[in-house]
Nanobody, 122 residues
Framework: VQLVESGGGLVQRGGSLRLACAAS????????MGWYRQNPGKGRELVAD???????NYADSAKGRFTISRDNAKNTVYLQMNSLTPEDTALYFC?????????????????WGQGTQVTVSA
């Protein structure tokens, strides 16, 4: 599975950005796609993710400001980010978890994009 991100950039405090991530390759019927972010010297943290069935998780920092959506027909996930602050500055990674059903149950395969930089100026 390949993940191609777009939409990062530089924006002023209070501004908005929309990230997009298109998946290609062996896309399974059931999967989760979403976004993590990371700053130098820190761990990668979940921003938001969404299953093909529409179940959504948001980090507390994203609730009320960010909206995740997806187009299952296009295997694309979007992250609309509003009211951005300098604390949102990070490298944002697209993430996909493909669910594969096997005799013993299910297996999950994780994939990551290359990352897109989001910088919010004060």
């Amino acid at each position: 599975v390949q993940l191609v991100e777009s939409g990062g950039g530089l924006v002023q405090r209070g501004g908005s950005l929309r990230l997009a991530c298109a998946a290609s390759g062996s896309i399974t019927r059931d999967n989760t796609m979403g976004w993590y972010r990371q700053n130098p010297g820190k761990g990668r943290e979940l921003v938001a993710d969404m299953t093909t069935g529409g179940i959504i998780n948001y980090a507390d920092s994203a609730k009320g400001r960010f909206t995740i959506s997806r187009d299952n027909a296009k295997n694309t996930v979007y992250l609309q980010m509003n009211s951005l602050t300098p604390e949102d500055t990070a490298l944002y990674f697209c993430y996909a978890k493909m669910v594969v059903y096997i005799i013993e149950g299910k297996s999950e395969l994780d994939y990551w994009g290359q990352g897109t930089q989001v910088t919010v100026s004060a």
